[in-house]
């Protein structure tokens, strides 16, 4: 999806999104595995449900995703 205006300034970067049921549940295992949640899950019209989280020991991230219409790949 294109940068948006309000968006970060950094430099565009990728992400590795993996299927969840539930979103919310998934956020909170997260946190309790020591891990962090950078953004916290947000509607993405009509395509799903993200957020963005990270391996707090390694520093790795990656993107929790729960679809309505978009599956994923």
């Known amino acids: 999806m294109p940068k948006q205006p309000q968006g970060s300034r950094g430099p565009d970067s990728w992400a590795t999104y993996l299927h969840t049921v539930d979103i919310q549940a998934t956020a909170a ?11 916290g899950p947000m509607q993405v019209k009509d395509k799903g449900w993200m957020a963005i989280a990270t391996d707090d020991a390694t520093g790795g991230s990656f993107g929790p995703w729960q679809p309505i219409d978009h599956l994923g790949f």
């Open 29 to 39: 295992a997260v946190t309790t595995a020591a891990g962090g949640v950078c953004m």
